[in-house]
C-alpha cells in the first residue's frame, strides 16, 4: 500500500503482494561514471543495506551498487519471519562448536532480533511489524524434540519467552488439525520483508549512502584501492563487502561454493473475513512447520493469509505458482478450498551445506556475508551490523561467525546441484512417509 492509501506495484519488482503493497520509495539512477568510497557494497538486500547503514552511521563514505532495484530478491520476496536463534538447534550447536561459542550464537540470535526492532522503531518503518512465531510438530515423532527445545532453551539458555503447546492448545490457536504439539514464541517478530528493505535503504540514503540501481558489477579486484567495475561506470573503494547472496553468480569463485542458490515461493489469498482470519490464527503469529522443506505462513496487514510451500532446485520457476503452492496450504486449510488466491510468487536463496551463514573475509579489505538458508531477515541484518564493525576496526564477533565451519558443497559450483537434488529428494520423502 503506498502512502496515499492506494494499491499500485512497485515497478522493477516481481509481481507479489509485497510489491504491490510497497510503501512510496525512490528509483535510482545507473552509475554512469567513476567514483570515490570508503566502502563499496555490492547487492542492496539486507546484508548490503544493513551494512551501508551502521556504516554511513560511523562516518564512512557507502556506496551501495544493486543489479535491479532495492530489495528486489530474496529480501523482498520472503516470509517475512523474525525469529531467534540460528538455523540450527542449539543443541546441534553445542555439538558442532562447543557450549561456549553456542552460547555467544545464541546471543547473537537474540540481538538479531532486537536489532532488526529496534531499526524499525529508531527509523520509523512501516513494515507491519507483529510479535510472535509458533514452530508446529508436522508429525508425532516432531512433537518431543520441540518440547525437549522449549526445556533447553528455558534451563540453560534462561530464554522464557518460548513455551510448548500441546495438541488440544495447538488446535484451538491455528484452524487444522494437522499438528501434534508446537512452540509459541513470544520473543520473535514477523513484518512485511520488502517495507522494511524499502525502510533500511531509506534510512540510509537519509545517512549519506549513495545508491545506483540497475547497476549489476561484472568484476571487480581487491587492492589499494579496490575496482568495481560495472557496464557503464566503476568505484574505487579502500572496502568491499559482497552482499549477493542466492544471486552471487559468477562473481566470486572463491565463495560461491559455499551456498547453493535455491528457488522457495509464496501465495497470497485475497483478503480474508475479521472471523475466517482468526480461525486460522488466532493469535496473529507467523507460523512454520516442522517439514525438511518446511510451510509457513501469516496474516499480512490487511488479513491475506501469506503463505510459502514447496521448493525446487533448478534456473526455472514453476508455471503457475499459486497452483503449486496451494495444494501445500490446503493440506493444512482445506477450508480454504474456494477462497481466491490473489498473487503467487517465487524467489532465490541460498543455503550453505551445513545451514549456518557464511561471512568471512577473502581478502584484507574484501568481506563477505551469505547463505543464511532461510533466516535472512534477523540473521542478514545482524551480519550487516558486523561487517560495519569489523570495517571499523572491531574484529572480536566478527572472528566468531567467520570461524563458524562452512564447508563447499562437494564438486563445488559444477556438481553441487545433483547432489543437492539427490539429498532434497531424500528429505521429501522422508516428510510424506514415516512418523
Known sequence: MSASGTVTKLLGHTDSYYASSANDAPSYSALDQTVEADVCIIGAGYTGLSSALHLAERGFKVVVLEAERIGWGASGRNGGHVGVGQRKGQEDLEAMLGLETARQLWDMGLEAVQTVEELIHKH?????L?????????KPSHDAWLKEEVDVLNQRYGYEQMRYADKDEVRSLVGSERFYGGQIDSGSLHLHPLNFA???AAAAAKAGVQFYEHSRVTSYHGGNPCVV?????QVKAKNVVLACNGYLGNLEPRMAGRIMPINNFVLATEPLPEELARE???NDYALQDTLFVINYWKLSGDNRLVFGGGENYTSRFPQDIRAFVRKYMLEIYPQLASTRIDYGWGGTLAITLNRMPSI???EPNVYYSQGYSGHGVPTATFAGKILSEVIAGTEERFDVLSRIPTPSFPGGTLLRWPGLVAGMLYYS???KLGR
Open 429 to 431: 520423502l522422508k516428510d
Open 280 to 282: 486460522l490464527i488466532a
Open 124 to 128: 520509523q518503518i512501516q513494515c507491519d
Open 360 to 362: 568471512g573475509r577473502l
Open 198 to 200: 524499502l525502510g533500511l
Open 130 to 138: 507483529k510479535r510472535g512465531i509458533m514452530h508446529l510438530a508436522a
Open 229 to 233: 567495475n560495472t557496464a557503464t561506470g
